[in-house]
């Protein structure tokens, strides 16, 4: 489970996207579904990962967030003679955060 407990003290405040970039760059390896949102098929270079906040958003119970995700793929097998390869590549995910537990989940966004 992710917690984005300073991003959640920071809203409604200016520093709220700042703060919620910061966190986002800071979760343990792994933790986005960024996998799923690379177009090559490749490993996530967790050490490459540099949000962007798009957009946020408030409901009664959730924080909503749109973010865009930079990061490498590794193209590893591919017989070259550098291998392995690292691409950079973009995704977009919707982040909602529960505004009672900071509990936040990650998801895919359809763009």
Known sequence: ML???????AWPDSQFAAILKAEIQALPPGSLPLAEGGALGGYVDDASIEATVLRYSELPDTLLAEVGIFFGEILAGCSCGDEPEIQNSYC?????????????????RET
């Open 3 to 9: 917690f984005l407990h300073q991003s959640l003290q």
């Open 92 to 108: 977009e995910l919707n982040v909602r955060i529960n505004k009672h537990t900071a509990l936040a989940h990650f998801s895919l």
